[in-house]
Every structure is written in C-alpha cells, then in structure tokens.
C-alpha cells in the first residue's frame, strides 16, 4: 500500500509547537465514529474521548462508573472516524489509580488495541513518577488540574478550584512538575482566568482550558454541551453554539407526526 497520499494525524509535537507558535489549540470530545467525523473535517487539533462519556453518552451521573472496556470501544469508534486530529483518551476512574503496573499496562491498552495517540489522566504531584514512567514507555500523557471530576466526592461537588493564594500555589507547583514528570499539555479545569494565565506563561508545554479563561494555550469543551444536545446540566463556562436539543426534538415530531398521518413515506421515498 502506498503512503505518499496519507493524511497523517496531527502529533503531540505539533500540538508542543503551537503553544511556540502562539496558535491557539482547539480541542474537543468526541466518542463516536460520525461525530468524530465531522470535528475532523472541521478542523478541530485534538479529540478527546472523555471519560464524560459516562455522563453524556451513557447517562451516569458521574464520570466514576465508567470502564476501560467503555473506553476502549468508544476510542476505537473516534480513531476510525478521524484522520488528522491527534486523538487522547482519558484513563477512567482506578484504571491508574490503583498500582503503577495496572496503569501503565492500561494506559498502553488504549495505544495498542484503539490506536489513540495519548491518554489523559487527573491528578498532580501524586502522580508525577507514573508520568514519567509512562512517558518512558512512550504513553504520551495530558495532564488534568484544578476540577477533576473523578474526585468529586472529595471535592465535595463541582467546584471552582485554586481559588485561594494556598490552593492556587498548590495547581501551579503540581502544573509544573507534571511539565517536569513528562506531561506533554494540560488540561486545566474550572480555576481562576487569572492563575490559568501565570500557569500558561510558567509552563513550556500547552495549557488547554475550560473555564480556565482566554490566556489559555486551547480550549476544551465536551462537544454535548457546546452543540445544546445534552441538557441535564450546562456548567457556566460552556458556550452553546447550537441547540441541537431542540432541532433534534422538533424533526422527530415532524416524523412522528408523519408517521401518524400516512403523510410519510411519500413517493419520493418509496419503490415502485
Ligand atoms: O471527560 C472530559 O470530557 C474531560 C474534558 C472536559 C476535559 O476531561
């Protein structure tokens, strides 16, 4: 087979190179193969398969229930919808958290059986030795600071984090030494404009935000949100660029009415 004619993907050097470059990184979710489609046409320069699947897809009310099995599926499903994003995967909640070795060899799973590029995983200073591991064993790693959703509980809900100068040091020390441990671009979530613009000038690799403020290096959205279809919660920093939620819901009355009437399927589409 010939490979002059293939598009390659984007890789975690060009992503490295745009924060240089100052090009603004834009990144979304994706987690199926015809979503992921169109974000690739669309020009989008990472897809996520969040572990927000769980909530979006999935219908859970967290991001906790959801498996390496769930995540494996959904980014095989992305990675043959798409052809030049850079694709990363988040580690689902005790896929990383319970041993190096179980992390390691789940963390490769994604590269191995899926194809993805990268994964992403929450937490700081913690876990900067499995940062370095990984990055050793050639797991490209996304780092995820400030809300993270995975520790809910502990933070007693979605909150706004590092929102005093204590918790604000505490994300930057941990923004750099998951820079230092092999991270190649952080995710920060929900933390003050401000302390996302002095992590962003402090770090070398990219910072992509979500209501983390415009100094960020990219923005992150979960794709539900940002096209209005998923409506059980909408976070303020999301920007709904379309309601798809009702577009969706006014066709299927239209069909349903259709259906009803006999007034579908017509002869157009119906064979003689
Ligand atoms: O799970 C997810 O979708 C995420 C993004 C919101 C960054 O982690």
Do not use: F, M, N, W
């Given at each position: 087979m010939s490979t002059q004619n293939k598009i390659s993907r984007k890789t975690i050097l060009d992503i490295k190179k745009m924060k240089k470059q100052g090009e603004k990184i834009a990144m979304l979710t994706a987690y199926d193969f015809g979503m992921a489609s169109i974000l690739d046409d669309s020009d989008v320069d990472i897809l996520l398969i969040g572990d927000s699947l769980g909530m979006v897809?999935?219908?859970?009310?967290?991001?906790?229930?959801?498996?390496m099995e769930d995540m494996i599926r959904h980014t095989q499903a992305v990675v043959r919808g798409s052809s030049k994003a850079l694709v990363v995967t988040d580690m689902p909640f005790l896929s990383y958290q319970v041993s190096q070795e179980t992390a390691i060899a789940n963390a490769g799973r994604f590269l191995?059986?899926?194809?993805?590029?990268a994964v992403k995983l929450e937490g700081g200073r913690e876990y900067a030795d499995l940062v370095h591991k990984m990055t050793y064993a050639g797991i490209p790693v996304m780092g995820h600071l400030g809300l993270?959703?995975?520790?809910v509980h502990q933070m007693g809900g979605y909150k706004v984090q590092g929102k005093n100068d204590e918790a604000a040091e505490k994300i930057m020390q941990d923004a750099k030494i998951l820079e230092e441990a092999g991270a190649f671009s952080l995710v920060l979530e929900c933390v003050p404009e401000k302390l996302a613009a002095d992590i962003t000038a402090a770090l070398s690799i990219p910072t992509i935000g979500i209501g983390a403020?415009?100094?960020?290096?990219g923005q992150v959205l979960v794709v539900n949100d940002m096209l209005g279809i998923y409506d059980r919660m909408t976070p303020k920093f999301v920007k709904k660029y379309a309601n798809l939620n009702l577009e969706i819901r006014k066709a299927v009355k239209s069909y349903v009415q259709e259906v009803k009437t006999n007034a579908f399927p017509d002869e157009e589409h119906s064979f003689k």
């Open positions: 897809v999935l219908g859970y009310d967290s991001t906790l229930p959801v498996t191995k059986e899926a194809d993805a590029q993270t959703p995975q520790s403020g415009v100094q960020c290096d």
